[in-house]
């Protein structure tokens, strides 16, 4: 199959960027959209052009490196697909594909398509994470969770960070992203004690970034390669209430920036 | 009040204060829908139930006024400043973008709002004040009512904005809720029966007044 693509060029963060048009010829339905760049790449480095950068790594679904805005839409037309699960039979035989990089201001273009991600790093370290003592390791199922709890904090842990909420909210708001992170250790007796501190410093910490506010459009959960629901930002918003209302325990975030 | 200056700072408060300002006001608008509908029982009992609002209950009538003063400068405060930030957001938009969920209520709920809020000042200034009413009567809310509605292009005004309420609510209504972290786990979480049931009640209900005057069932 045939395809034509117009890929966002950028050749730094400080320079103006713009969209390239390339033809891609003789490709198989069953290459990933990824592939596709491979393919488009061998042949401008071989015309002695700089070849298009985009973020992979696990090429399976998991990491959360890949991601691309493909005609408009977070990570293609295939719903719960991160970029690198997306193969060229999701097209047409003779499509125009747009490849843009996520756009946020807290999300800057580094080059091409790979931004800068390293906000959502920022907002965990501002407590997505519990204390642990170290030492021996606990027996195993000492803290018991009910079953209930555990399956549904394993629904918001699913969330590889890829980002594809901010891109495609129209906000570029990271609230199902910070949702999931503080939803997941809410859930369970592990992350009780730091619970409402987490909440306070995580939001604090997006907001620090630049990151939009939430206005429900609920695009971030279609975009969600991992389907994670909008009910989590309700969630959220519970826990952020009451840490507001309460605040239980002092409070002294640094917002890292 | 220190955390209730950085809970008011950050996006998530400004919007659960939208949430809760908004559902008051919804509260209020569908008493409005209910007391309007006075006016199918004739215009002895809508002058009785004005009275009433203006007579015995003149206290409560200020009050509840003053409370939505107030509901209404923090909705649109908060709203003003989370649309800056959002803006702000993403500076550089897509060349292409293709919306997967987004509704037409929630995409255009920041222009519904200007539309609701120069309605509601000429709606003041219409049928509260008089200043632009053609013949308005002192403590005569029927005739004020009718006549008002008579005028064909105050009629189409006020069925253009109520198609505008009726969107505003949609969206509103059940993401108010949501933005106060009340909503509970659903399986299909865009889905939101009693926001479109109030959406379409409070639509139909206060469209129906002007409709009725134009065909001449209120006279
Ligand atoms: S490359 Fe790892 S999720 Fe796509």
């Known amino acids: 199959m045939n395809l034509t693509l117009y890929v966002w060029r950028q050749a730094s963060a400080a320079s103006a960027g713009r969209l390239s048009r390339y033809e891609a010829a003789d490709l198989s339905p069953d290459m990933s959209f990824l592939e596709l760049l491979d393919v488009v790449n061998e042949r401008l480095t071989r015309q002695g052009e700089a070849p298009i950068a985009f973020d992979h790594d696990c090429r399976e679904g998991i990491c959360g490196s890949c991601g691309l805005m493909i005609n408009g839409v977070a990570h293609g037309p295939l719903k719960a697909t991160a970029t690198c699960q997306l193969h060229l039979r999701s097209f047409r035989d003779g499509a125009t594909i747009y490849i843009e990089p996520w756009r946020a201001r807290a999300f800057p273009v580094l080059r091409d398509l790979v931004v800068d991600r390293t906000a959502f790093d920022r907002i965990i370290a501002a407590g997505g994470f519990v204390g642990v003592s170290t030492g021996s390791a606990p027996d195993a199922n000492s803290l018991p969770v009910p079953k209930t709890d555990a399956d549904l904090a394993m629904d918001a842990a699913q969330c590889i960070g890829c980002g594809a909420c901010v891109a495609a909210c129209p906000n570029a708001s990271a609230m199902l992203f910070t949702a999931a992170k503080v939803g997941h250790l809410a859930l369970l007796p592990q992350g009780q004690p730091e619970r409402m501190r987490r909440a306070l410093g995580m939001v604090q910490q997006m907001d620090a970034e630049g990151f939009g506010g939430c206005t429900w459009h609920g695009e971030c959960m279609e975009a969600c390669p991992k389907e994670i629901s909008i009910d989590w930002i309700a969630r959220l918003y519970r826990d952020y209430i009451r840490a507001s209302a309460t605040r239980p325990e002092r409070v002294a975030v640094e917002v890292a920036l | ?219």
């Open chain 2, 1 to 219: 009040m220190n955390r209730l200056l950085a809970c008011w700072d950050s996006t998530l408060g400004k919007k659960a204060v939208m949430g809760a300002t908004g559902l008051l006001m919804i509260a209020w608008v569908v008493l409005h829908v209910a007391g309007n509908l006075q006016a199918f029982r004739g215009a002895a009992a809508f002058n009785g139930y004005s009275g009433l609002l203006h007579g015995p209950l003149h206290e409560a009538l200020i009050l509840m006024r003053l409370v939505l003063l107030g509901c209404l400068l923090l909705h649109v405060t908060a709203s003003l400043q989370l649309a800056r930030r959002n803006r702000l957001a993403r500076p550089e938009p897509y060349a292409r973008t293709e919306p997967q969920a987004a509704t037409m209520a929630s995409r255009t709920i920041r222009l519904g709002g200007w539309v609701l809020l120069t309605f509601v000042v000429l709606h003041l200034l219409h049928l509260t004040t008089g200043q632009i009413h053609p013949d308005f009567v002192e403590a005569d809310a029927y005739h004020n009512l009718v006549v008002g509605l008579a005028q064909p292009l105050a009629a189409a005004g006020y069925l253009v904005a109520m198609v505008s309420i009726g969107l505003h609510v949609y969206h509103g209504a059940w993401s108010s809720w949501r933005s106060l972290g009340l909503a509970q786990g659903s399986s299909r979480p865009l889905e939101r029966p009693l926001a479109a049931a109030l959406a379409v009640l409070v639509w139909l209900g206060f469209s129906l007044i002007p409709v009725a005057v134009l065909l001449g069932w209120l006279e």
